[in-house]
């Protein structure tokens, strides 16, 4: 629904042309307010915005709409009823995670599976998972994300990096049958609400560390995803990964202070 | 204070779910007792995202997302067992999981010497156990066939001019004899981790081996 490639490229009409450069256009225009990368955008676009909260989000909310009538135009829009409600294009992942936790909201939940469970499962194979394999795991660190949402903590860690976590016990549990201890829980629940600052500081460091890894030299940004997806044991691991981790480290560690200032 | 950390290749290992049970429960015991390697760890999980975020997408089957909303139905019910309440002020939490409880909950096995301890978890790969030094006894010298973690959890002991105080943890490979001795005035108990059978440099102790199982 959402590609350019395959045998669909072959035949792109003209409309299928403008549609793609006002994409390329307004994926590049997103990519640089953090979270919205142009997969995100298409899946967004496709469907149908039906509300916009706010003026300041009515011209987002207007070329939303005129692409998704393009979209669908070119047979590209699903248009389905099972996902209505997708907003402006400034929803961030932890709303969607949110309307998960407190309405079990299968559009939303649908917005964060066609992001991320393409993306778990090439990392599952790349681990050494037969295809099939890899589709039941990731069906299940889906339903994990679904059944944990409400553990969800977005002043804590980004989506992308929760995400990982529960592919990674999954990839633990399925594909090497051990069990994954973790460290001491630390009583985090204690704030009611997180504090929105702290969202979006450490979404930004997130974006700023996905953009890292996205420039590193093609070898280098090779041997960061072997460490990762691959099974690199530690003794091969080269430590120097050429990614800056100071500043995420300086948040994650200021977070931690402040917890533990409050658990005195 | 925590004075001896872990290197980054082990914690971006554990992050990224390549090492063995055994040494991962080490490095969960040591971040439990460690803010330093909880903040290292959590940044290495935040690189784990952003590689996921770049990595090349496989496409799903079809009727997938419809498959994922069936297995949510199903195991809607499923609950989320209670956490264990963890109140030994010995053992992290972690490690109070492999053992069932706090200190009084292990099934130590004398090794000789006063020395006891007790296998957590054991496979192919590696293998994981508690130690029970008392103080003023050295474990005989030895090598590594491959590598040891040991993490104090109570007590302290010294490897040449090392001091290892709780939270504290040696890492020992091919290169290093290392004898541990247990210092000060409690016994020292140690989480260790092997992933090969030690050599011990003298005859004795090289008979006892099958029984240390170590």
């Known amino acids: 629904m959402n590609s350019f490639t395959g045998p669909r490229a072959n035949r792109m009409t003209l409309a299928q042309k403008y549609l793609k450069f006002h994409v390329k256009r307004e994926a590049s225009a997103w990519r640089g307010k953090g979270v919205w990368t142009r997969n995100k955008f298409l899946i967004q676009a496709a469907r149908c915005p039906v509300e916009y909260p706010s003026d300041e989000k009515k011209p987002l909310y207007q070329r939303g709409c005129f692409l998704m009538l393009v979209l669908r135009s070119v047979g590209l829009g699903d248009g389905t009823a099972t996902v209505t409600k997708i907003d402006s294009q400034e929803q961030s992942w932890a709303d969607l995670m949110e309307r998960i936790k407190t309405r079990q909201d299968q559009a939303a939940f649908a917005a964060l599976f066609a992001h991320f469970a393409p993306r778990i499962k090439g990392f599952l194979i790349k681990s050494g998972a037969s295809e099939s394999l890899a589709e039941e795991c990731t069906q299940e660190a889906m339903a994990t994300l679904w059944h944990k949402a409400h553990l969800f903590d977005p002043s804590r860690a980004s989506l992308s990096t929760w995400v990982f976590t529960i592919a990674r016990n999954k990839k633990t549990d399925m594909l090497r049958k051990q069990r994954r201890p973790e460290p001491e829980d630390l009583p985090w629940g204690q704030e009611a609400e997180p504090d929105q600052a702290d969202v979006l500081e450490l979404q930004e460091e997130s974006d700023r560390l996905s953009k890292a890894v996205a420039n590193l030299p093609e070898k280098q940004r090779h041997l960061v995803e072997k460490a990762y997806f691959g099974d690199m044991s530690h003794s091969e691991i080269a430590t120097e990964t050429g990614i800056p981790l100071g500043t995420i480290k300086s948040r994650i560690r200021l977070a931690l202070e402040r917890l533990r200032h409050e658990m005195k | ?214």
């Not at chain 2, 079809?62 to 956490?83: D, K, R, V």
């Not at chain 2, 053992?99 to 004398?110: A, E, M, P, Q, T």
């Open chain 2, 1 to 214: 204070m925590v004075k001896h950390h872990l290197p980054d290749a082990l914690l971006m290992a554990y992050a990224a779910g390549n090492l063995p049970e055994a040494f991962s429960l080490v490095i969960a015991a040591q971040a439990s007792l460690c803010d330093e390697a909880r903040v290292r760890l959590e940044a290495f999980d935040t690189l784990g995202g952003a590689v996921l975020d770049q990595a090349e997408p496989v496409a799903m089957a079809a009727g997938s997302l419809e498959a994922t909303l069936a297995l949510i139905a199903a195991s809607q019910a499923a609950q989320i067992p209670a956490p264990v309440q963890h109140d030994c002020a010995v053992l992290p939490a972690p490690v109070q999981d492999y053992v069932g409880g706090g200190l009084d909950k292990i099934v130590w096995r004398s090794a000789g010497m006063g020395v006891k301890q007790a296998i957590l978890s054991a496979s192919d790969e590696a293998t994981v156990r508690l130690l029970y030094i008392p103080s003023g006894v050295t474990i005989p010298d030895h090598t590594h066939g491959g590598m040891e973690l040991t993490l104090v959890l109570q007590g302290a002991f010294e490897d040449g001019e090392d001091h290892f105080a709780r939270g504290d943890v040696e890492i020992a490979d091919e290169s290093l004899k290392h004898t541990p001795m247990a210092v000060g005035p409690e016994d020292c108990i140690c989480l260790a981790a092997t992933d090969a059978r030690l050599k011990f440099s003298g005859l004795l102790p090289r008979l006892a081996q099958p029984f240390l199982q170590i």
